[in-house]
Nanobody
Framework: VQLVESGGGLVQAGGSLRLSCAAS???????????IAWFRQAPGKEREGISC????????YYGDSVKGRFTISNDAAKNTVYLQMHSLKPEDTAVYYC????????????????????WGQGIQVTVSS
């Protein structure tokens, strides 16, 4: 599966951005067979799982640092997952990656990068104070 992120950029604190993750190259599988997650990595920090959606049933998970501010959703017709980000803070500044897994993700493990097999190239989000 190939993943391409878009929608990043520079925004002031308190602002909003929407990231998109366009998926392709499913072979004999389908978009709904996958879970897609968003991770981020700030300079000098470990990669952090921030949200995940199981495409088939649209179950969603969020990390504590973004809960209530970010919303993940999908559009199966476009093979795309979105991350709507509101009330952005300077500490949200990072490179954001989307990742896909053919395995169902549960609330106990969705945030583990090792569970995801395909990754996008990443996109920069910078929040100025």
């Amino acid at each position: 599966v190939q993943l391409v992120e878009s929608g990043g950029g520079l925004v002031q604190a308190g602002g909003s951005l929407r990231l998109s993750c366009a998926a392709s190259g499913f072979g004999f599988t389908f978009f709904d067979d996958y879970a897609i997650a968003w991770f981020r990595q700030a300079p000098g920090k470990e990669r952090e799982g921030i949200s995940c959606i199981n495409n088939s049933e649209r179950s969603t998970y969020y990390g504590d640092s973004v809960k209530g501010r970010f919303t993940i959703s999908n559009d199966a017709a476009k093979n795309t997952v979105y991350l709507q980000m509101h009330s952005l803070k300077p500490e949200d500044t990072a490179v954001y990656y989307c990742a896909a897994s053919i395995r169902y993700q549960s609330e106990n493990n969705w945030y583990l990068a090792s569970r995801f097999d395909s990754w996008g190239q990443g996109i920069q989000v910078t929040v100025s104070s």
